[in-house]
């Protein structure tokens, strides 16, 4: 592994990071309570790496959402063998409350 290798992987982690401390906090205190220093202050980096990475606030909600979006395919994927219309939708109501319950 190069520096190259080594330096997009610590950059991904870092992100990861911010993406995890600003999930943790949204859920403690609601978004419009969570700052971006809060966030900076849960990774114990300063408020402008987080601007490195995302624009503002809202970005990173967005991000969170996306990843949200991309896990409740991935839980729907089984359902591309159903053929029974109805059958289909039944369980995708039941993996969709599954998810939520699990994921708030």
Known sequence: ????DRKERDKEGLRERILVAAK??????GVEKTSIRNIADRIEYSPGIIYHYFRDKNEIFHALHQGGFLQLMEKMQVLASVRNPMERLKAMGSIYIRFAMEKP
């Open 1 to 4: 592994m190069g520096i190259t």
């Open 24 to 29: 943790s906090l949204f859920l403690e205190k």
